[in-house]
C-alpha cells in the first residue's frame, strides 16, 4: 500500500483510509475487528471513526460505539503505534443532548471521551465533524444560504486551535483536520493558525464521488496551494456505485433497504448516473466498487479515499484499487458521463 503525505505534519497515511460507521449497528463487534484485521493486512494503517459512529441511524444510545469497537481490537491486538488513528467530535451533529456547538472547552471533554473507548492515549487526526455556522453539505445546498451567518468566527476559530494547541501539547492530538467544511472556513481556520502559531489544518473529510464533484472547483486549489488534502468520504455514493442498485434494484439488508432515499444521494438522475458508471467500469473489465475508489485515487488533491463496508468481501473490493491503474480511455469515459450528468443529487 502506498503513502501519502498528511499535508504539512510530516505523518504519511496509507493512501486508502479505513471507514468505521457502520460498526455497531450494521455490523458487529466481530465483524469490525475482522475488517480491522484485513485492513491492516493489506497494509491500510489509516483508520477513520468518529464519536457521532455509528450511523444508519445516528441515536444517542449507540453514540461512541463504533469507538469503542476500535479500542476493543487495540486492546486485544495491540500496535497502536503502527497506525494513524482518526476520530472526530460531533459539536450541533451530536446525537447527545446537551452536547452543543464544538468549543475549547467542548474538545477537552469529547476528546477524553474518544481517548477512554479507544483505550488509546492519544489520537493522530482529531476533526471538526460538522462547522458551528452550518454548511452545503448532506443536499443542503439547495438552500444553502451564507448570508444568514453571522460575520466573523476568528474568537471562534481561536478558541478551538488555542485548545488543540494545548493538547497537542499534552500529547493527546497530532494533527487537527476538519470536516465538511468550506473553502472560506478552511481559509480562516489556516489565516488564524498562522498570525497565533496555533496547529495548522491538515485535511479536509467532505464527501467526493463520481456522482459527487464539488470538491473540484475552489476546495482543489485551496487544496493545492495551502497542503491540505482531501479525505474522501462516501467515494461510493453511500452505495450507489457499487453495482446493486443497478435498474433499480433495492437489495434486502442493503442500506438502501434501511434507508429509501440514502441522504437524499437516490434521485432518478442519480441512478441513471449511477448505471452509466456501472456499465463504463463493466466494460473495462473492472469491478464497479474497485473503480470507483481508484478514480478518487487519481484526483490531485486526494489524501485518501475513506472505504466502508459491511462485510469483508465489499472491504476486498475497495482495497483493491490501491493495485489498479485506470486508463485515458477509461478516464475519458468518466468526463463524458459527468458532461451528461453533473449534479446527481
Not at 483505550?119 to 448532506?138: A, C, E, I, M, S
Not at 479536509?204 to 488534502?229: C, K, M, P, W
Not at 432515499?261 to 466498487?289: F, I, K, N, W
Request: with cysteine; glycine share 10%; charged share 20%.
Amino acid at each position: 500500500m502506498r503513502t501519502r503525505p498528511l499535508g504539512r505534519t510530516g505523518i504519511e497515511v496509507s493512501e486508502i483510509c479505513l471507514g468505521t460507521m457502520t460498526w455497531g449497528t450494521q455490523n458487529t463487534e466481530a465483524e469490525g475487528h475482522a475488517q480491522m484485521d484485513l485492513a491492516l493486512e493489506r497494509g491500510v494503517t489509516f483508520w477513520d471513526t468518529a464519536e457521532l459512529y455509528p450511523v444508519n441511524p445516528v441515536r444517542a444510545e449507540t453514540h461512541g460505539r463504533t469507538e469503542e469497537i476500535v479500542g476493543s481490537w487495540l486492546a486485544s491486538r495491540g500496535g497502536r503505534d503502527g497506525l494513524v488513528l482518526a476520530t472526530k467530535i460531533a459539536g450541533a451533529g451530536s446525537a447527545v443532548p446537551g452536547s452543543g456547538q464544538i468549543t475549547g472547552a467542548r474538545i477537552r471533554e469529547a476528546l477524553d471521551g474518544s481517548l477512554r473507548r479507544m483505550k488509546t492515549d492519544y489520537v493522530d487526526l482529531y476533526q471538526l465533524h460538522w462547522p458551528n455556522r452550518g454548511h452545503y453539505h448532506f443536499r443542503r445546498m439547495w438552500s444553502y444560504d451564507p448570508s444568514t451567518q453571522t460575520r466573523g468566527m476568528a474568537a471562534e476559530v481561536e478558541d478551538i486551535l488555542e485548545e488543540v494547541g494545548r493538547q497537542v501539547e499534552a500529547g493527546k492530538i497530532r494533527a487537527i483536520g476538519l470536516s465538511n467544511e468550506t473553502a472560506w472556513g478552511t481559509a480562516e481556520f489556516l489565516r488564524v493558525a498562522e498570525a497565533a502559531g496555533l496547529p495548522r489544518v491538515a485535511a479536509i473529510q467532505n464527501e467526493y464521488s463520481l456522482l459527487y464533484r464539488t470538491f473540484d472547483l475552489d476546495l482543489a486549489e485551496l487544496a493545492h496551494h495551502e497542503e491540505v488534502g482531501l479525505l474522501a468520504y462516501s467515494p461510493l455514493a453511500a452505495g450507489l456505485l457499487s453495482g446493486k442498485y443497478t435498474g433499480g434494484a433495492l437489495p434486502d439488508g442493503s442500506r438502501g433497504a434501511i434507508n429509501p432515499q440514502m441522504g437524499g444521494r437516490r434521485t432518478e438522475t442519480a441512478l441513471a448516473a449511477s448505471d452509466a458508471y456501472v456499465a463504463l467500469a463493466c466494460e473495462h473489465g473492472l469491478d464497479p466498487v474497485t473503480f470507483a475508489v481508484a478514480f478518487c485515487l487519481t484526483r490531485p488533491f486526494m489524501t485518501a479515499p475513506i472505504v466502508g463496508a459491511t462485510s469483508v468481501a465489499q472491504l476486498e473490493l475497495s482495497l483493491a484499487a490501491s493495485e489498479i491503474a485506470l486508463s485515458e480511455d477509461l478516464l475519458l469515459g468518466v468526463d463524458q458521463i459527468r458532461r451528461t450528468y453533473p449534479a446527481p443529487f
